[in-house]
């Protein structure tokens, strides 16, 4: 059962990150005003990248 569960998060966070490159402006901004928004384990790859 956990691996289905890790699988579906894992395709969650996919589409989370192409929604957000997608996107880079709306996401920013938000970056910006509310830091928890994203996860912290991905949150450094994301910040290399220059929106």
């Given at each position: 059962?956990?691996?289905?569960?890790?699988?579906?998060?894992?395709e969650a966070r996919e589409l989370?990150?192409?929604?957000?490159?997608?996107a880079p402006g709306r996401f920013?901004?938000?970056?910006?005003?509310?830091?928890?928004?994203?996860?912290?384990?991905?949150?450094?790859?994301?910040?290399?990248?220059?929106?």
């Amino acid at each position: 059962m956990t691996h289905v569960v890790e699988a579906e998060c894992a395709e969650a966070r996919e589409l989370e990150l192409s929604r957000v490159f997608a996107a880079p402006g709306r996401f920013a901004f938000r970056l910006r005003t509310d830091p928890q928004y994203v996860p912290l384990w991905w949150r450094s790859k994301v910040l290399q990248h220059q929106f």
